[in-house]
């Protein structure tokens, strides 16, 4: 089958950095994205990875070792507007998305 | 440039009515997909479609569910004599082309069966 892995929950303060994980098991893999969700609303695209390596967007970036079947959403500069959950998905040959378990962010002042 | 619309954004249903959920792409986007969320739960693929094809069903069951996207128009998820395990979030989203690793995502639609 598969699944992404996320944890469940994490907490961090303010202007801090945080990093949420995710470990895949797939078949046919064509990259790994990475999605914001505020409060059960629309989730917003926030990073792709197809290939090794990193991927900055300004205070995200994002981290993909298709080796170890794994990647990981940093985010640094932390401010209570990321207080968010994120979602690592990827996706198949059908472009449809597979997302993973989701990570609830509480950013503590 | 409008992002993807759904409505309505509310939709309560008693058991064993229909619901028809209505998704209208980005401009320029042909293809559009169906996701349903849970409460607490992740986003779960239903359906992916391109104009008056669907491209990819495996995640929508089997009876009471269908999904269109016409020529013209929005597209349509329909779900026959709902049940209360359909109450959850509908969403909709589109992309630009063949490469779905970027898609735009609705606001949603949340049903409630009661």
């Known amino acids: 089958g598969q699944s992404l892995e996320q944890p469940s929950e994490v907490t961090a303060v303010e202007g801090a950095i945080v990093q949420i994980n995710c470990t895949y098991q797939?078949?046919?893999?064509?990259?790994l994205s990475w999605y914001q969700q505020h409060d059960g609303g629309a989730p917003t695209f926030l990073s792709y990875?197809?290939?090794?390596g990193l991927e900055e967007t300004g205070r995200f970036s994002s981290f993909l070792s298709r080796s170890d079947s794994y990647g990981y959403l940093l985010l640094q500069e932390l401010q209570m507007k990321d207080s968010a959950s994120y979602f690592c998905?990827?996706?198949?040959?059908?472009?449809?998305?597979?997302f993973g378990t989701g990570t609830l962010l509480a950013v503590q002042p | 440039n409008a992002g993807v619309m759904q409505n309505p954004r509310h939709l309560v249903r008693r058991r064993g009515q229909e619901a028809r959920l209505r998704c209208s792409p980005m401009?320029?986007?042909?293809?559009v997909y169906w996701y349903r969320q849970l409460p607490e739960e992740g986003l779960k693929f239903m359906v992916y479609?391109?104009?008056?094809?669907?491209?990819?069903e495996s995640g929508m069951p089997k009876e009471r569910f269908s999904a269109e996207f016409p020529k013209e128009g929005p597209s349509i998820l329909r779900i026959q004599q709902v049940v209360r395990g359909d109450s959850a979030a509908y969403f909709c989203?589109?992309?630009?082309?063949?490469?779905?690793?970027?898609?735009?995502f609705g606001p949603g639609t949340r049903l409630t069966v009661t």
């Open positions: 989203a589109s992309s630009p082309g063949d490469s779905g690793d970027e898609q735009y």
């Open positions: 797939t078949s046919g893999f064509y990259g």
């Open positions: 990875n197809a290939l090794d």
């Open positions: 998905a990827h996706g198949g040959a059908t472009n449809k998305l597979i």
């Open positions: 401009k320029g986007h042909s293809h």
């Open positions: 479609l391109q104009k008056e094809n669907i491209i990819d």
